[in-house]
């Protein structure tokens, strides 16, 4: 009986060992498939590509605007006396960067760093408008003995009206304020992207590159 019974038993450790290594075997393969999922996952957007360049396009233009001043003076020297007339008058900026204009390969989705990042590649932002406050403006009119300020210092104050105008179209921004609408445009746009894509990838924002 004993021998028997440790005849049978052999061959119940045996099953029992087989079937242990087997439950092993498969929690193993269960982890690796697991993995793999988990890393076939890593190697894709969480959103389709083209569904987020769809909406980035979607949102067609975003604008930045700076605040500043022109200045001009206008004079005329006369026998019957000098006239100076000058306008400052506050100023508009605007600067848009047509995101309808979002090339083809302008988004793209790196899986390093984990979890991902978003980098998109925007159009440079350019002026699309001038804004003058004419309703602001201060004004100083010089008139001579002659002269009067109802006739030629009107007149030269029209003249340098005009001219504001033609010199806040014709404005340069100086590198500090070109670096802050760059600056605020980027980081409009990741906001908006980031609000599509949801928590968990980054964004980061670049500006394409002149033709």
Do not use: N
Request: include cysteine; charge should be neutral.
């Amino acid at each position: 009986m004993r021998v028997r019974f440790s005849t049978i038993l052999v061959p119940l450790c045996a099953v029992s060992l087989f079937a242990a290594l087997a439950i092993t075997m498969r929690q193993d393969q269960q982890a690796a498939i697991a993995s793999a999922i988990d890393q076939g996952s890593l190697d894709r957007p969480p959103r389709p590509i083209a569904e987020i360049a769809a909406a980035v396009r979607a949102m067609k233009l975003i604008t930045v605007e700076i605040d500043t001043k022109v200045k001009v003076e206008r004079t005329h020297e006369s026998w019957r006396g000098d006239v100076a007339a000058t306008i400052e008058v506050p100023v508009r900026l605007h600067y848009g960067t047509d995101l309808a204009a979002l090339a083809d390969d302008g988004v793209t989705f790196l899986t390093h760093p984990s979890p991902g990042v978003y980098r998109v590649r925007i159009p440079r932002a350019k002026r699309i408008a001038t804004e003058v406050f004419s309703g602001l403006e201060s004004i100083a009119v010089q008139t001579g003995w002659l002269r009067l300020r109802s006739r030629a210092g009107e007149y030269y104050l029209g003249l340098a009206r005009k001219e504001a105008a033609d010199e806040a179209r014709e404005l340069l921004l100086r590198p500090e304020d070109a670096q802050r609408v760059a600056d605020v445009t980027r980081e409009q746009v990741a906001r908006l992207v980031g609000s599509i894509v949801g928590p968990g990838p980054t964004v980061e924002v670049e500006f394409a590159p002149e033709p």
